[in-house]
């Protein structure tokens, strides 16, 4: 039997467990892909009542096979989620999903009472983004669902909900709070002070290697408090690579993380979506997000209507013919802008020849929006010497040759390493697991070579 320590990457699409083992390699992968409800307002949520069940049931089945000897278990979820709890300990709503439109003018009066939006979200190092600022749905809840709201007792974050779901402890912790959600106060590094005025109290924030001691099936598991996926994902690099560096996570967000530049965030910062996160150790990590795994989704699936090919023509595509390209290049999709449903109409496709010219044009544009986003996070001293680059669009081509060649002097890297997540969250738990210290992650890196 192995000892194992047992992941939930709960991520907005996809749902994975995966087991490591005591030298952090994965030894079981299952994924699983759940279908959305609607929430009480008929907007699609995930549906956290079928993740519980699939949570409960994977940990019984892994108890009762004996292949495994889970001795942790630990959970990593999307951002920007949270959820309430009535006085008996029942979940009183859905999980809200960061894409549901806050009403107009909602956060108006609150705004203009902490110095108007640009100094709160600067304060709080969280762009203005509605349900994205998670703390910001709490004052959407009090507006809007009065009934709901008078029965609160307790508010969790989404991977402490998971937690609380198998240990029933009522707790918080610092890369959920410090994770564009408008309740911590940079400047303070405390809560901000809108939660003491509205009456709001969030639970103590604990450590990231806190965990419980729960019995399941009659076997003692030490149970931790979840983690937010992007912070998670940056453990495994911290570990490996003392020198300084910026991580590109990427996938349905790409987050550029930067825990080597301590300069204030700017206005304009805040205006193109730079923030900052608080990591596991909560020191401050300069971050810039881009929703690049969505805008290319929408965007591809759009091309492959109009050539009349699947949906899924461009996992079969090479670009071995595609040289240099300047990145002052003219762009043809985006050209105003990313639109507010992310899908550019505007592209005359009819000039492309075929759906791989198209694709491969939107590429190239996608990269450009995303080198955008990495310079926010790198200071004017900057004296990062490599980038990570980690997550779906580690495997295009396009994406990493086109980084590595507008970055002549940096090593850009690809990673191998599917589940940084998962990973991170599992070293956070190694030695409450285990015993000792983890070992140093294999990032199993590969070096990309420029046009």
């Not at 709201?149 to 909900?161: A, E, V």
């Amino acid at each position: 039997m192995v000892d194992v320590i047992a992941i939930f990457d709960i991520g907005k699409t996809n749902k994975k467990v995966l087991l490591f083992n005591q030298e952090l390699k994965v030894v079981f992968q299952e994924e699983q892909f759940f279908e959305e409800i609607k929430d009480d307002d008929d907007f699609p949520c995930d549906d956290v009542e079928k993740i519980e069940k699939w949570m409960f049931d994977s940990i019984h089945n892994f108890n009762i096979e004996n292949e495994f000897n889970i001795k942790a278990v630990n959970f990593a979820t999307y951002g920007a989620s949270q959820l309430y709890i009535d006085v008996n300990g029942k979940r009183l709503t859905p999980v809200y999903n960061y894409l549901k439109p806050m009403p107009p003018k909602i956060l108006d009066d609150f705004y203009r009472n902490y110095g108007g939006v640009e100094e709160f979200s600067r304060k709080t190092a969280s762009p203005a983004s509605g349900m994205l600022n998670s703390g910001l749905q709490i004052i959407w809840l009090k507006n809007e669902k009065p009934e709901i709201f008078s029965k609160i007792h307790s508010i969790l974050y989404f991977p402490q909900y998971l937690s609380y779901c198998f240990t029933g402890k009522i707790v918080s912790e610092y890369t959920y709070i410090g994770c564009h959600s408008s309740v911590w106060d940079f400047d303070k590094m405390n809560f901000h002070q809108w939660l003491s005025d509205y009456q709001i109290k969030l639970p103590d924030p604990v450590p990231n290697d806190t965990a419980f001691t729960v019995s399941i099936d009659q076997k003692n598991i030490k149970t931790g408090v979840g983690i937010h996926d992007s912070s998670a994902s940056l453990v495994p690099y911290l570990t490996a690579d003392k020198h300084p560096f910026v991580l590109m996570s990427t996938g349905t967000w790409c987050v550029c993380m930067n825990s080597f530049n301590d300069e204030p965030l700017t206005t304009e910062q805040l205006r193109n979506d730079a923030l900052c996160f608080l990591s596991v150790q909560q020191k401050p990590v300069k971050s810039s997000r881009l929703f690049l795994g969505h805008i290319h989704h929408v965007n591809a699936k759009n091309i492959a209507s109009f050539f009349g090919v699947e949906e899924s023509f461009f996992k079969s595509l090479k670009f071995e013919d595609l040289k240099y390209i300047d990145q002052n290049s003219e762009k043809l999709f985006f050209k105003e802008g990313i639109p507010f449903n992310y899908l550019d109409e505007n592209v005359e496709l009819e000039n492309f020849r075929s759906a791989q010219e198209a694709y491969r044009q939107l590429m190239v544009d996608l990269t450009k929006l995303a080198m955008d986003s990495l310079n926010l996070i790198l200071s004017k001293n900057d004296t990062t010497k490599s980038i990570y680059i980690s997550g779906g669009f580690a495997r295009n081509e396009i994406f990493v040759r086109l980084i590595a060649s507008w970055l002549p002097k940096k090593k850009v890297y690809t990673s191998e390493m599917d589940n940084s997540t998962a990973l991170g969250s599992a070293v956070v738990v190694y030695e409450k697991a285990f015993g000792g210290i983890a070992p140093k992650a294999d990032l199993e890196l590969k070096e990309i070579v420029p046009y």
